[in-house]
């Protein structure tokens, strides 16, 4: 199994909703990452778990809230966004320190903050 | 931190001819590059990557340089077709460090019938 899954594939919420993402990957990787994506530009970096542990956090603001329950999961949790955090979220998994340094995008979750 | 910039952000092909996409890096103590193919609407797909102690790496028709001195690398895609159309992601990374990609840019490939 090389997927990582993310659900939902589509979210529309207002700015004052609570929602999260989810991401699941059972290749046994250790690290996990989420990344956001607007349109025709490269995914950015938001947060990166090491075993369980939130290692990178790139200045993303308090409204998201990044959560990894056990080395399978990663959950972003999404609380008044602002219509500019409308964007494709990646999920993505891969080694910790490993011979093929792969990383593996799950298919997103598009996110429509109205 | 790493920067990564990513030449041409467009190019059209005919089917048929070669591609090349051309990166350069900031850091010298990235070893790690790979290159993502994302399609519209999918997810970004490894297609290839290299590491710092090879300079060259081929896989059929798509094959990856790396000038350490010079922190430039390219993608070269020959007998081009179709489906090789998509938007192409350099990106480089210290794998030692957890693998955390400094992405270029982006390319938009469109091969032409």
């Known amino acids: 199994d090389t997927e990582v899954t993310q659900t939902p594939k589509h979210l529309v919420m207002g700015m004052t909703n609570k929602k999260s993402l989810k991401c699941e990957q059972h290749?046994?990787?250790?690290?996990m990452y989420w990344y956001k994506q607007k349109a025709k530009k490269p995914p950015e970096l938001m947060f990166v778990y090491s075993y369980e542990k939130l290692s990178i956090n790139e200045s993303v603001p308090s409204r998201f809230s990044p959560e990894c329950p056990n080395s399978s999961l990663l959950n972003l949790h999404l609380h008044a966004l602002q219509p500019e955090d409308s964007a494709l979220y990646l999920c993505?998994?891969?080694?910790?320190?490993?011979?093929?340094?792969?990383?593996?995008f799950g298919e997103g979750s598009r996110l429509t903050v109205l | 931190g790493e920067n990564v910039e990513q030449h041409p952000s467009t190019l059209s092909v005919q089917e048929g001819d070669s591609a090349v996409i051309k990166c350069t890096y900031s850091d010298s103590a990235s070893n790690y590059f790979p290159w993502y193919k994302q399609e519209l609407g999918k997810r970004p797909q490894l297609i290839i990557d290299i590491r710092s102690n090879v300079g060259e790496k081929k896989d059929q028709r798509i094959a990856v340089t790396l000038n350490k001195t010079a922190k430039h690398f390219s993608l070269h895609i020959t007998e081009t077709q179709p489906e090789d159309s998509a938007v192409y992601f350099c990106a480089a990374a210290q794998n030692n460090a957890g693998n955390m990609l400094t992405f270029g840019g982006g390319t938009r490939l469109m091969v032409k019938p």
């Open positions: 993505a998994s891969s080694q910790v320190k490993g011979a093929t340094g792969e990383l593996f």
């Open positions: 290749m046994g990787h250790r690290a």
